[in-house]
C-alpha cells in the first residue's frame, strides 16, 4: 500500500517518493496545518506505452490514486498532444481518499515515429505527471540503391552492381536442382525485425528463360552459420519477365526459423539474403532489377 505523509510546517514543499513508480511527486502545503495540505496524487505507473501501426488506435488503462484533494484529478487537456484522447472511468471513494482510472487512447497518425507527451493530471494545486508514449511503426528503408550496390554481393553466380539507383542483378543460367545462388546484405550492427517482419520490394525482371525468377528471401540470425530460413509460400516470389515493376511481400510473422528448425531471434537478424532459382529444377538466365528494399508491420491493404 502507497503511504502519503503530509508537513505540518507552514509554507513546506510536500515531497512524495513513489517507489513501485519510480516517480516523485511534489506539491506544497497551502496553509500553516495538515487541515489545509493540498494533499497528494499517485499514479500507479509513470508511463504508459502504445506500440501501432500507421492509422490505427492502441488503449490502456491509467489508474490514480490520492488524498487530501479537494476535487478528482483531471487530465491537463492544454498538455495532451492530439493523437492521444483521455476518459474518466470507474471513480472510488471520495477526493479525500480515493481512486480514479482513465481509459488512454492513443490514434497513431499516418506518419511512423515517436509521439510521446508528459500529460500532468490536476486537482487544484496539486499535479502528477504521467508520461504518454506513442509509438507509430511504419516501413523502415533497408536499401534504395541510390548510392550503388548497398552492400549486396553475389554467391554461386549471379553479378551485382548498380544502375540508375537500382540493384541490377545478372545471371545465366544460375539455380536448379541442388543449388543455392543468390545475393546478401551483412548488416553492419543487428537489426531488430520483431515489429517490421514483412520485408517489401519493388522488383522487375527482364529476359528470362526456362520461366519466371523465383526469388526467395531469408534474414538469418546475427553471429551464427545456420542455414537460411525455410522455404514456404510466404517468403517466394515468382517474378515475371515482363520488364514490369510490381511490389512483393515476403512475410516472415511465424516464419523466423531456419531450415534445420532452430529458432531465428527476430530482434538480431545479422543479414539479408536473395536467393534465385534455388533449388529449382529450372534455372534462371536474365536480369533482375530491384529498385527499392522496405521492411513493415504487415502487408497492406493497399499501396501507400
Do not use: W
Not at 19 to 28: N, T
Not at 45 to 74: C, H, I, K, N
Not at 99 to 126: E, K, L, M
Amino acid at each position: 500500500m502507497t503511504h502519503f505523509v503530509r508537513s505540518f510546517r507552514p509554507a513546506l514543499c510536500l515531497v512524495l517518493t513513489v517507489v513501485a513508480a519510480g516517480l516523485v511527486l511534489a506539491g506544497c502545503d497551502s496553509g500553516p496545518s495538515a487541515d489545509t495540505a493540498d494533499g497528494v496524487i499517485a499514479p500507479t505507473t509513470s508511463q504508459l506505452d502504445f506500440r501501432v501501426q500507421p492509422d490505427s488506435s492502441g488503449a490502456d488503462t491509467l489508474r490514480l490514486e490520492y488524498q487530501g484533494l479537494s476535487e478528482r484529478p483531471r487530465p491537463d487537456t492544454a498538455s495532451l498532444p492530439s493523437a492521444y484522447s483521455v476518459e474518466v472511468g470507474e471513480e472510488t471513494g471520495t477526493p479525500s481518499d480515493g481512486a480514479s482510472t482513465f481509459q488512454v487512447t492513443f490514434d497513431g497518425p499516418s506518419a511512423s515515429g515517436n509521439y510521446a507527451a508528459p500529460i500532468r493530471f490536476r486537482a487544484g494545486r496539486v499535479t502528477a505527471t504521467v508520461r504518454f508514449s506513442g509509438t507509430v511503426i511504419g516501413p523502415q528503408t533497408l536499401a534504395d540503391f541510390e548510392s550503388g550496390p548497398e552492400g549486396f554481393f553475389g554467391f554461386g553466380g549471379p553479378a551485382v552492381s548498380g544502375e540508375d539507383g537500382q540493384l541490377r542483378i545478372d545471371g545465366s543460367n544460375i539455380g536448379g536442382s541442388g543449388n543455392f545462388p543468390g545475393i546478401v546484405k551483412p548488416f553492419d550492427a543487428p537489426i531488430n525485425f520483431e515489429d517490421t517482419p514483412v520485408v517489401e520490394m519493388r522488383i522487375r525482371v527482364t529476359g528470362s528463360s526456362n520461366g519466371p525468377a523465383v526469388l526467395r528471401t531469408a534474414l538469418n540470425g546475427a553471429g551464427d552459420n545456420a542455414d537460411a530460413n525455410p522455404t514456404v509460400p510466404e517468403l517466394v516470389a515468382e517474378v515475371p519477365a515482363d520488364g514490369e515493376y510490381a511490389t512483393y511481400y515476403f512475410d516472415f510473422r511465424g516464419n523466423f526459423v531456419q531450415f534445420d528448425g532452430v529458432p531465428v531471434d527476430p530482434t538480431q537478424i545479422g543479414e539479408i539474403v536473395i536467393l534465385i532459382n534455388d533449388n529449382n529444377p529450372n534455372t534462371f538466365t536474365g536480369t533482375i532489377y530491384i529498385d527499392e528494399i522496405r521492411r513493415r508491420p504487415a502487408i497492406p491493404t493497399s499501396d501507400e
